[in-house]
């Protein structure tokens, strides 16, 4: 059966499940050999190219009539390191395995090079998917082009999308091969979809499939599997037992099926699983468990219906509601008479000097313009059709409550959910470091921003993230001052640009007992991709927020915080100790209110200024109707419908492709931070900085220090990001490259003029590289290539420079790396807009300082190297910063509108060598407000 076979009822079948499964191919090795690749799919992929080139290597020397020996041997090496994973994937399968195997045991060198060569370029270019002749061993099929190529306007891609489904029952492995026949025979012509089986027999195999074969999409899981494999996994045994946190000795084997789905759904949110169960269905139905399946069939009654539900499954999440729709649109015959020209296109192609316009950005996208919400386009403000629909698809893929498009950035979707929920008056705990959009909300809100402080990076002229103990420290001042009812909200970025990622969940955690209704929002614009990914989606909002509510939930919970609170009792601010306890929230009192605004363009498949803002709040209720009049107030009345059809697009992708795009990119970060820092020639003059650089000891519990074979592998990331309060995204490599004579904006320029390779960030001494969805080994390679170029021509200069060039470059060097600049602190905000200056709190009326900068009469200039303002500094009176000062690098504000200046603000001005500083003219001076102008100490207002 197709599905597996019927299981004999009863002690027997209990008594296999309890054991181990039975091996998938006898032949196959069992041992999976540790790798260096961090993404399972890849180690695979260079396996068989190894394979492939060993095989063409044993053919050539055959050809010529040499010893083979060797040859031989190194190819019996290879197929045994590729066997292991081919359990878990469709292709190339039991019989071209076979065929190969038999090829080597004959010694045919021919047959045994055109396998493998076959069977790896149908893999590297996907052809397997859409060419049948590459799954039968007798058959010839070619890899085209268009298998390599991106698709042109007049391609005819009308290919059916290929996925596998991973079987879990007790079979018998001589039937896998007649089982994988009569799934095919399922097919119809007109499925929208195709797939193959993949089949597997025990509880840990299914677990290893799901994290090794990204084209599953489904599992079926039947009754009666066991639990232990019979293979050995030395790389993922503490993958595996993590991922099973229970003991299968405890468990009913009748319930492995259910707890089996509820494993991979942790793993894999976005897999389709369906339960086969000949005992109740109908009761296994009525289970809380039950949630984790899509659907329940008893037994293997109803093949059809499940193939069906297989198919229907993934078509929910390949559907796209507002694309498609507006695909359907640009082919109607529609006559325009609203006011954007450029719908339809007839401005541009019957023009006379514009028509370049239409040849290079193509006839579709004029077809699909319209400033129209009607014929079933839907309208961003008021969705009532397939943007709703859409918003619904992002909201379940993001494991969010509620997501909201936004199509001008995610500048713009931190200043709704700002204004949203602030009101004048409120307190902000809020990063300074982060985004400018955060600063702007304040004003627009009239919200006082307490500011917490980052730990400093000095040597590298970057902040990391905030300490948990910072936050609690500013929460219980506020507590002890009386002022915690005003405290509304968290503000912090995760991940910061430099890749810093805080543990959400033991954040909100600790804040919500001193605070059990404090909101949170996670500016999350470089992290949208994390979801996709087991290891990264550990540090993500929605999952923390989600995480959060059902431990709060739970009866061991409440245990747990009966324990606490008798050790704790009351939380007392005055109590130091408070500091680095480990808080807990009362369950009947907290609140889980969590916003997450994230930058789709920046890591997934959307176009530029795609942003969304996710929700997961237990009282979204009461603030809706203030949330809606701010998605108003700056969401345009004329969106880009490209933007949107691509969110919808991006959200489609990540559903059906995420898992093994994430996984990717964080590999190729790993692949370029081995290659750099181990090379002996370009490690001479660059480093990617490591976990132990990056995050202080007394923030990494796990002790991890470095990413990547050897240092830290899968076993120690999932390890390090479980425990760490804080710890470092591996997809963002800070480059030093100081030691190479180089300041962060030189060595971008040289990268973007002379290699044609673009970067964003730099500081004084580094530039930040960072993998996403988009690169490919070739892009390693280049940059890789190019590091190497660059540290030759060093070598060469300085050989060719004597002493004195060397002596220069020793100077350059120290100025970049040592003598760098102390990062200035927030001083305080002036009196003038404090409502207690003796507050213990820093908090104050930044909206009231920036408006005040409004009038000319209240502002003076002073440059910044003048005796004038180093008097003032020391004698006064007080500096007043008038306006945000950003310089980039480092890109945060370093003076807001109503902060007091102090000399280690002016000296760190001083010592900036960028050119690009938002908020200050050099020719004019600092802007300053003029104290004589500024308000006396004063009372607590709400404008």
């Known amino acids: 059966m197709p599905f597996g076979e019927r299981m004999n009822n009863g002690v027997e079948r209990e008594g296999h499940a309890a054991g181990t499964c039975a091996m998938t191919d006898p032949q196959a090795t069992t041992t999976m050999p540790p790798k260096q690749g961090f993404s399972i799919p890849d180690v695979r992929h260079d396996q068989w190219a190894q394979l492939a080139i060993i095989a063409r290597a044993w053919a050539a020397a055959a050809a010529r009539r040499e010893d083979t020996g060797r040859y031989v041997a190194d190819a019996r090496a290879a197929l045994a390191d590729v066997e292991p994973l081919e359990t878990f994937t469709a292709f190339p399968g039991l019989r071209l395995m076979r ?6 045991k004959e010694g045919d060198a021919q047959a045994f090079a055109h396998q493998a060569q076959r069977i790896n370029a149908a893999l590297s270019s996907g052809a397997f998917r859409r060419e049948e002749g590459f799954w039968e061993p007798g058959e010839e099929a070619d890899v085209q082009a268009a298998d390599y190529l991106p698709p042109t306007a007049e391609a005819d891609d009308r290919h059916r999308p290929y996925f596998e489904v991973l079987s879990v029952t007790v079979t018998d492995p001589s039937r896998h091969e007649q089982a994988r026949q009569d799934i095919r025979r399922l097919r119809r012509v007109d499925d929208p979809f195709v797939y193959e089986l993949v089949q597997v027999g025990c509880f840990e195999d299914a677990v290893v499939a799901v994290l090794a074969n990204p084209e599953l999409q489904a599992v079926v899981i039947g009754d009666g599997f066991g639990f232990r494999s019979q293979r050995e996994w030395p790389e993922l ?58 659907r329940i069939f008893y037994g293997v009654e109803e093949l059809m219906e499940l193939h069906l539900s297989i198919l229907d499954g993934v078509g929910d999440r390949y559907d796209t509601p507002y694309f498609s729709n507006l695909k359907k649109y640009s082919q109607k015959p529609v006559g325009t008479f609203h006011a954007l020209p450029v719908a339809r296109g007839k401005s541009v192609f019957r023009s006379h000097w514009i028509r370049d316009m239409g040849h290079f950005y193509g006839v579709n996208l004029f077809l699909a313009e319209s400033s129209a919400t009607t014929g079933g386009l839907d309208s961003l403000l008021e969705p009532t059709g397939n943007i709703k629909r859409a918003q619904e698809m992002a909201a379940r893929a993001f494991g969010a409550d509620r997501a909201y498009f936004v199509t001008n950035g995610t500048s713009t979707s931190n200043k709704i959910v700002l204004q949203a929920l602030l009101a004048p008056g409120d307190i902000v705990l809020i990063d300074r470091n982060c985004h400018k959009s955060h600063h702007y909300a304040m004003v627009l809100s009239g919200a006082q921003p307490l500011y917490l402080e980052a730990y400093p990076m000095t040597a590298f002229s970057m902040y990391g993230a905030v300490p948990l103990r910072s936050i609690k420290k500013a929460l219980l001042a506020l507590k002890a001052e009386g002022k ?33 209704d404090l909101v949170f929002l996670w500016d999350e614009a470089w992290f949208g991709f994390a979801r996709f990914s087991p290891f990264h989606r550990l540090r993500t909002s929605m999952h923390a927020a989600a995480t959060l509510t059902e431990r709060l939930r739970s009866p061991e919970y409440r245990a747990e915080y009966a324990a606490f609170r008798a050790q704790a009792g009351e939380l007392d601010p005055a ?49 809706h109707g203030a949330f809606e009049e701010a998605y108003f107030t700056h969401t345009s009345t004329s969106p880009n419908l490209q933007i949107i059809a691509s969110l919808d697009l991006a959200r489609r992708q990540m559903e059906l492709e995420g898992y093994e795009l994430v996984i990717r990119a964080t590999d190729l970060a790993l692949r370029i931070r081995r290659q750099v820092n181990s090379h002996p020639l370009i490690s001479k003059y660059f480093r990617v900085l490591t976990p132990a650089e990056m995050v202080p000891a007394e923030y990494r519990e796990s002790g991890i220090a470095d990413y990547g074979w050897p240092h830290g592998g899968r076993a120690q990331i999932i390890d390090a990001w479980n425990r760490d309060e804080i710890a470092l995204d591996p997809t963002r490599l800070t480059l030093v490259c100081g030691t190479a004579g180089y300041d962060g904006t030189a060595f971008k320029g040289l990268l973007a003029d002379r290699y044609d390779i673009q970067i964003n960030k730099t500081s004084r001494n580094s530039i930040l590289l960072q993998t996403n969805i988009n690169n490919t080994r070739s892009d390693v390679a280049h940059i890789v290539k190019v590091l190497g170029d660059i540290a030759r021509q060093i070598d060469e200069d300085l050989r060719q420079g004597g002493e004195a060039g060397r002596a220069e470059f020793a100077a350059r060097v120290k100025s970049l790396m040592e003598d760098v600049p102390d990062l200035p602190n927030f001083s305080r905000f002036h009196a003038g807009f404090r409502d207690d200056a003796k507050s213990a709190t820093s908090e104050g009326h930044m909206r009231e300082a920036f408006y005040t900068a409004y009038r000319p009469e209240n502002c003076e200039h002073i440059k910044i190297n003048s005796k004038e303002i180093d008097q003032r500094v020391k004698k006064g009176p007080e500096l007043v910063a008038a306006d945000f000062v950003i310089p980039y690098p480092p890109g945060f504000p370093i003076m807001v509108p109503g902060q007091v200046i102090t000399a280690d603000t002016l000296e760190f001005m001083r010592k900036l060598d960028v050119k690009e500083i938002h908020g200050y003219h050099a020719a004019q001076g600092l802007r300053l407000l003029r104290t004589d102008a500024l308000p006396g100490r004063r009372r607590r207002s709400s404008t």
């Open 99 to 104: 065929v190969l195997r038999e090829s080597l």
């Open 237 to 294: 045994r503490d993958m595996l037992d993590r991922a099973m946190p229970f003991n299968p000795d405890t468990v009913d084997v009748r319930d492995y099926g259910l707890r089996l789905a509820r494993t991979l759904k942790q793993i894999r949110p976005e897999l389709d699983v369906y339960l086969l169960t000949e005992r109740g269905a109908e009761t296994v139905a009525g289970r809380p468990e039950a949630a984790w399946l899509r």
């Open 484 to 516: 915690l009812d005003r405290a509304k909200l968290v503000d912090l970025t995760n991940c910061t640009f430099d890749g810093h990622m805080y543990h959400p969940q033991r954040v909100m955690e600790e804040c919500l007992a001193i605070k059990p």
């Open 575 to 623: 109590n130091p100790a408070l500091l680095d306890m480990r808080l807990l929230p009362d369950p009947d009192k907290a609140r889980i209110r969590v916003y997450g605004t994230q930058s789709t363009h920046k890591s997934m498949s959307a176009l530029r200024q795609g942003s969304m803002v996710l929700v997961h709040d237990e009282d979204f209720g009461v603030v």
